[in-house]
Every structure is written in structure tokens, then in C-alpha cells.
DNA sequence: GTTTGTTTGTCTATTCAATAAACAAAGTTG
DNA sequence: CAACTTTGTTTATTGAATAGACAAACAAAC
């Protein structure tokens, strides 16, 4: 069995991680107002402090004002304690930051990938991470992790099972990262860092359940349910861009019919495109809709319908308080957002639509960066809290 | 903020429900052997089990053999401290159980419902649930709690806001059944307590991300996810009979089109088996096909069809470790197995394929009075480790 | 300037749960 | 019977949180 027994130590953790929320949530702030919020004794309030002063997690920062007695003493997180790399790793381009422990960014670079082959991969990957580790500035617990989000699906030993739009299979990503740089590595795929991203940092900020919807040329959904990414029984799941919503509808290479990428992604947009000759570029359409080209703004409107069917089963099935529509799509949000509307109060229950709102990503193309980011973050405070 | 912070007191009651999941998982069992299996030191062991023995929930039964040292005491817990009542509100039947904390059945009745208006239900409703509460053998906690299963949309206030099937409307169930019998009052939708009916004592024991799909004359979802039951933004989610499986489909009376339910509910086998000239009755639909008949078999084929179509959305979009079908149609599970499992593994996706179960539900129509029964139960476990 | 009351943060003594170690009781095995 | 095992209790110790006392620092009223 091997449950988790509670022992001193137990609550000593807990109540410190306690304390740290508290300041990161609303710092600069005295001990005797972390004692009033948590409802711990100043004593103990004053004794955990001394124990994230002397972690160097948390500094003093001089005296605030009086509100007629002694001056309480500012306490603020040291965001620069640590740092976190975060990879958004693409089928063409490599996106990377070094950010600090508040998820601030230090260091941004980017780079066009040539060939997506794992070795080549490996090859550009490694130095470029090495670029970004090495503009950290000297702090105490250095760089602290490595998150790196994928195009494909990846298993709880960081594996990357199936990649197709790299042509990756079983390529072992953490365990190659980890021998190289020996610091924690956190593999998750692209949908599920990008949620994270939106949720910590983006307009998603502080939602407990929240669907994150990436269309790119496919599509990918990453599930924040109760405040955390939901994986399912295999550490995988949300694969909602497979959800048929044409049970007799086109054929997809997954296997299934009438798959809602099929209708609603960026290669459905191009292929229909395609078909009433236009160019096949995204940025290129997004401009002549801009310049009022009526067929296309047609278009782009039946695209939009098309999310809101799927979106409306999301509402229907999660109830969640949010849906991000994310990834590259995001951009042509004019264009969008009136057809994905009106189609989601169509089609939605009217009691699940009371809460739910249809939101844009915030961060653009930096959500799964910033989000990969986020997932080593997260990690060095959980292993805060089990030590 | 005022989160739980850590004390002793959070400790002993975290340690104390250890010890009580370890006698509930094992027994009978031995303080020694408690103690091997949690890691909590023996002296902590006795001292919690003596708690338990004074608070009447474990006692000793006598030593069991030795291995070549003193006997062991073996403790076990007492079933009968109390007992739970279990009701399922159907549209026109009233069933409902008294089980003791284990969850064994010892009283069960069931009686026909006229109308389904909530005055007159509440007049049938509470003589019903008296009579079962009579039926309790005295024991020191007395009847904990009741459970109820609805079928339509529970809010957390436990206030049915919506059950078109008996023409309810913001009904304040819980309140009036609070009211009268002074004990907790749990109520859910009729597929969650299937959900955790099944989860808890039937085909779905002990798994930990399951999806209880409930095809009824409509189609009802319990989603069980990290070992318990999601609820969304507003405390309703799994609305998964409606969700859209033809964009362009037949229009449903949710406002949506192509919803699940039209195309794969037991109301949908009777529409088409009207239209076949047959008649509109399940049993004696099943009873043909029983005899042979092959244009029935076929129907019921198209429906299993249907049913393989949302369950390989579910699978992909949950990953679970399980999914099972239950109510009424679970009695056809002969004519539609075969077909649901070709379509599930032709659709899904071939990973999510690989720890996915395709189950019936063991308890029959039982499935939602043991879990609305089991909701009492819960909540007074949850109540013994908050107190 | 003095007094009064407030706020902050530390110190001290106490409480309580878990634990290791010693121990007694009750057993097996040769 | 002697030697060893196993079980469960007792005892002394550890350590985390807490209440309450306390000193320092301050504002506001007089």
C-alpha cells in the first residue's frame, strides 16, 4: 500500500507551501498579514519565513507603513531564485525562453528547423537549449528544469509515442535531454503546454476548468480540469481534434470519420482555399480578408461554424468555465469569433453556456513556450514541497 | 484564503483514515500487519485502532493463527455501525435501497409512480424513504445519510434544475428531503450515481478513470476521473447524449443537431422499430431478436453502429480505463456488443485503444440505487475524516 | 512632550501526535 | 525445555504548532 503518512514533517511542508502561495500571490506582504490569511500562529508564521529566508526563496524588502503601530516588515519571493527553460518544439521552427521562477522571460530565441528527423532534431536542440541555460544569471538553485512541448503524443516516461507531422516514433526525448543536461526534463505535448500556458500566464489566468483548443493544421485540445491537466489512463487523452462530428463524414488517416479537424483547422481553411484558388497561406487569406474579400470572410465563417459544432460538444460534455481558442487560428479571430458565437449559443445546453466563456489566447504564438516553461516551474515547487 | 493549514489534529485524521482504508481494503487483519502495510509505527497503530474500537466503527474478532510467534488480534470493521438509503427516481418507478456501510443490501422495495409532478412525488417519496429508514437495525450511527438519483440536471444546492423527462423545473429536492428527516441528503444525476454504483460495487471496481454511459430512453453520461466523479463549472458536465455526432443531423429538442441520443438510445431503437412495424417495447423487441429475427438483429446492430460512433469519442477524448454501458439497453448487450467493439476499433485511436475496457454493467438496474446509496456512504466517511 | 493604545514580530512554556526502543505476553520449533 | 518469533503495549523523546506574554516601534490624542 505505502500511503502517504502524516507526520511532522508532513505538516511542516504543507504549512510552508502554505506561506509561499500566500506570498506569491499577494507580495510584498508582512508576516502578520500571512498570519491573518492562513489562520497559522505568528509564531509559526515568523518561524517557516526564517526557514525561506534561510532557502533563499523569499527576501526582506524594508519596512512598509504604519497603520498606527510598529512598521511590518515587506517580504517578497525572490522571482530570480531559480530559472526554467521552456521549448516550444515544432514541426519547422524551435521556440525557446529562459524565464525566472514567476515565469517572467530573460532570454527569448528562435530558430527554423530544416529537417524534423529526431537526430537532426537532437542535434539543433541541444545547443540551443545550452544557449538559453547559459544566459541565466548566477542564483541559487541555478537552472532549475528543462519543459518541452511536442506536436504528437507523449507518454508519462516523456517519450514521444507518435509524432506524425515529424515522423517520430517512440523517440525517447526526456531520457536524451536528461543525460545531457542533468537537470529535471518535463515532456508534454504541444496542446496540453500551450492550456498550461494560458491558464498560468495568458487569458486563461486562474481558471479551474478550462479547454484549451490549438488549431494549427490539426487540431489539439488541452484539458484543465479541477486547476490541473487532466492525462488520461495512458497519459494521454484530449485528443478532441478526433472527435467525429460527421459520423458518415470525410475519412481521417486516425481512422475515424468525419473528424473535427477535418472541418474546422487551419488545412481545412487552405484546402477549401485551395479549392477556390487562392494561395495557401494563412497570413496571405487573413490579408485579403482583411482588404474585405467577401468570398473568403464566407469562408472563414463556415470555418468558424464548424468550431463552434466542436465547441459546443466541449461545453456540453466539460462544462468548463472557459474555452481558449488557441495556436495559429488565433490570429484570425475578426473573422471567427461572430460564427463561433452564434453557433455555440445555438448548439450548446443553455445551463452549461451561463458560465462558459469563448476567449482568444493572449499570448499568441508564445503559449506553449511559455507554457513548457510553466511545467518546469511547477516541478521545482512540487519538489519543494516533497523535501 | 484560509486554507486548511496542517496541524496535528489533520495528521491523526489522515492516519486514522489510513488505518480504516487498510481494515476496509484487508480485513480481517492485524494491528502488526496494519502497521507492515502502512509504514505508521505500531504503537501509532494501536493507539488509532483503540480510537476506532472506542468510536464503535472497528472491533476485535478474535486472534487468527500464529506464524511462529503470538497470535494476532484480528480486527474488522463493523458493517452494521450504520446504514445508508439509496433511492432511484425514475420517471415513473421509485426504487430504493437500505445497505450498511459495506454497501450490502438489507431492505429493498420498488413501486410504481403515477405522475411524476413533485408534489405528488414527494408524497409517495417520503413514506418510501420512512419505511426504509424503519427498516434499519439499531446500530450506533444509525441511518447516515440519504442518497439520491435523478434523471436530469442536479445543481450543488442539490436543487433539480432541469428534468424534462418528469417535468421538473428548479425542484428544491434536497431542501425539502433535509427538512423532513434531519439527516444528510446527497443527490445526483442518475448516470453519476450509475457511474459510482458501478465503480464502487460492480463491473468498474477500483478503476480509475471510467465513463458509465447510460442509454436509457435517452442518454445519460458518469464521468469518473482520478478515482472520482468530475463535475464541471457548475457541479453538471457529462451531458455526452447530446453531444453531436452529425453537424447536419436531425434537430434536437437541446436546440443542437445530430445529438448522440437521436441516434443510439433505446428511444431511438423504438422509433425505428415503430417505423418497422414492430412494437414499442424493449423487452419485447429483445425478446424477437431472442427468437431470431434477423431484420431486428440488424436494427440492433445500426444502433451498437451508433453507439461504437460516441463511445470511440469518448474513448479519444478521455483516454479511460473503462467504458460501461449500462440501464435499460445494457440488456441487449448480446445484439450490440459485437458492433460496438468493431466500431470502437475501427474509429478510436489506436493508442487510447490499448488499456480501454468495453464493459456492461454488472449490477443491471441496480447500478443507480447502490451508487446513490454509496453517495451517502461517502459522505459519511468524508464527514469522520473531517471531524 | 507625554500618554495611550495599536501593531509587529519574537520568545517561552505547553500540548500533542508520531516514533524508536524496550518490554511483556504468547506463541512455534527443534 | 531452550531459543527464537511475533504481537501489541509502555516509556521516553522528538518536533511542530500554539497561546500568551513581551518588547519594540509607531500613530494619535491630549
Redesign the interface.
Known amino acids: 500500500?505505502?500511503?502517504t503518512?502524516?507526520?511532522?514533517a508532513?505538516?511542516?511542508r504543507?504549512?510552508t507551501a502554505?506561506v509561499l502561495?500566500?506570498i506569491l500571490?499577494a507580495e510584498p506582504l508582512s508576516r502578520a498579514k500571512i498570519s491573518e490569511?492562513?489562520?497559522?500562529n505568528k509564531a509559526t508564521v515568523s518561524s517557516l519565513v526564517q526557514d525561506l529566508i534561510d532557502n533563499r526563496l523569499v527576501r526582506e524588502i524594508g519596512t512598509g507603513v504604519s497603520s498606527g503601530g510598529r512598521k511590518p516588515v515587506l517580504l517578497e519571493f525572490i522571482d530570480t531564485a531559480g530559472y526554467a527553460v521552456g521549448i516550444d518544439l515544432g514541426v519547422n521552427y524551435l521556440r525557446g525562453v529562459l524565464t525566472d521562477l514567476r515565469g517572467a522571460i530573460v532570454a527569448e530565441k528562435k530558430l527554423a528547423l530544416a529537417t524534423p528527423d529526431p537526430d537532426n532534431t537532437f542535434n539543433v536542440l541541444r545547443p540551443f537549449i545550452q544557449s538559453l541555460i547559459d544566459e541565466a544569471p548566477d542564483g541559487p538553485f541555478g537552472v532549475v528544469g528543462i519543459g518541452v512541448g511536442v506536436p504528437g503524443?507523449v507518454d508519462r516516461g516523456g517519450s514521444v509515442?507518435?509524432a506524425p507531422n515529424m515522423g517520430w516514433r517512440d523517440v525517447p526525448l526526456k531520457e536524451a535531454l536528461d543525460r545531457t543536461f542533468g537537470i529535471p526534463v518535463l515532456i508534454d505535448n504541444e496542446a496540453n503546454v500551450g492550456a498550461l500556458g494560458e491558464q498560468k500566464f495568458g487569458i486563461g489566468r486562474g481558471i479551474?476548468?478550462m479547454i484549451y483548443v490549438s488549431v494549427g493544421i490539426g487540431i489539439g485540445t488541452g484539458l484543465i480540469?479541477?486547476r490541473s491537466l487532466?492525462?488520461?489512463?495512458?497519459g494521454?487523452?484530449?485528443?478532441?481534434g478526433?472527435?467525429?462530428?460527421?459520423?458518415?463524414?470525410k475519412p481521417c488517416r486516425?481512422?475515424?470519420?468525419?473528424c473535427w479537424e477535418l472541418?474546422a483547422s487551419e488545412q481545412a481553411l487552405l484546402d477549401r482555399a485551395g479549392e477556390l484558388g487562392y494561395p495557401q497561406d494563412l497570413d496571405a487569406l487573413l490579408a485579403a480578408a482583411e482588404s474585405g474579400d467577401a468570398k473568403l470572410r464566407k469562408l472563414l465563417e463556415e470555418i468558424g461554424e464548424?468550431l463552434g459544432?466542436g465547441i459546443?460538444?466541449i461545453v456540453?460534455?466539460?462544462?468548463?468555465?472557459a474555452v481558449i481558442i488557441g495556436n495559429r487560428m488565433s490570429k484570425a479571430q475578426p473573422w471567427l469569433e461572430e460564427a463561433v458565437r452564434r453557433t455555440v449559443e445555438?448548439?450548446?445546453?443553455?445551463?452549461?453556456l451561463?458560465?462558459?466563456h469563448l476567449l482568444y489566447a493572449e499570448l499568441g504564438d508564445r503559449s506553449a513556450v511559455m507554457g513548457a516553461a510553466e511545467l518546469a516551474i511547477a516541478a521545482f515547487f512540487d519538489r519543494l514541497k516533497a523535501a
Open positions: 500500500m505505502t500511503t503518512t502524516g507526520d511532522q508532513l505538516i511542516k504543507m504549512n502554505i502561495e500566500a500571490r490569511m492562513t489562520g497559522l503524443l509515442l507518435y479551474s476548468n480540469l479541477h487532466y492525462k488520461g489512463a495512458s494521454f487523452s484530449g485528443e478532441l478526433h472527435l467525429s462530428v460527421e459520423a458518415h463524414g486516425c481512422g475515424n470519420r468525419g472541418y464548424y459544432v459546443s460538444n456540453n460534455v466539460f462544462n468548463p468555465n445555438q448548439r450548446a445546453l443553455g445551463f452549461h451561463r458560465n462558459v
